[in-house]
């Protein structure tokens, strides 16, 4: 089975300019990535998509496979992510390049490991063509049980009805993680949607689930990483 696993990363971000790349624990942000994705097992290639030539010379140096520059109407902050796995789909049948399934992987997300990608895997192999994304379990105090609105007359309970309090009440909600990892099937990718209509959840703890989309986000995955470090030193 052929796995194709995919890159995104733009040069344009607004928020951390060239995030993608930005200096994270003493390694650029795609090096994390980049380096899950290639030791992961059940990945047959490793495609970076990039618009940005810094990004690509960086990409060649860690090992990843860019055999294009992203075109720069797929570049933009609005370009939605299944337009830029549509483009590369097109190039790979352009080139009969086999594949079996595209495995997503953003590179905000530099905690997720290989071991997270290959159990993705398997449970994608199991229920093709099942889409499988990355989640994690929503804290008891932001489920919809216990959110509230303001509104003229004070705090008001956002879900209506009997308002369910006790931990041990709630059920266990999930939600995306970035996604750190989404698999799904071509001909869905080719379909305009990155969801086919089953969707299965592949749990991460939060640890490993956090994503890069400010500076306050990267100070903590900086710390985790140097915390991590120090203690396989020790």
């Known amino acids: 089975m052929h796995l194709i696993g995919i890159i995104p990363a733009r040069g344009g971000s607004k928020g951390i300019p060239k995030k993608n790349i930005i200096p994270c624990a003493g390694k650029p942000l795609l090096a994390y990535t980049a380096a899950a994705a290639l030791a992961a097992r059940g990945l047959s290639r490793v495609i970076l998509s990039t618009d940005d030539r810094d990004i690509v010379r960086l990409g060649e140096t860690l090992g990843l496979d860019i055999p294009y520059l992203r075109p720069p109407e797929l570049a933009d902050d609005d370009t939605p992510i299944v337009d830029v796995l549509q483009n590369i789909m097109d ?26 990608i290959d159990s993705a895997i398997a449970l994608y192999e199991s229920h093709i063509p099942t889409t499988v994304v990355s989640v994690t379990a929503v804290p008891h105090q932001f489920t919809p049980s216990s959110l509230m609105c303001q509104t003229d ?62 500076l306050e986000d990267l100070a903590r995955v900086e710390w985790e990483l140097t915390i991590n470090n120090t203690l396989q030193d020790e």
């Not at 594949?99 to 997720?112: F, K």
């Not at 869905?188 to 089953?198: C, E, K, P, Q």
Request: a negative charge; glycine letters at 8%.
């Open 91 to 116: 190039w790979m049948g352009e080139y009969n390049e086999p594949c079996d399934g595209v495995v997503l992987l953003q590179p905000t997300s530099p905690l997720r490991r290989a071991e997270h």
């Open 153 to 214: 007359e004070g705090l008001r309970p956002w879900v209506k009805g009997e308002q369910v309090l006790r931990r041990q009440d709630k059920p266990t909600l999930w939600a995306r993680n970035g996604p750190a990892v989404l698999i799904t099937h071509p001909e869905t990718i080719r379909s305009g949607t990155l969801y086919s209509d089953r969707v299965l959840g592949y749990e991460m703890d939060a640890r490993s689930s956090l994503d890069v989309d400010s």
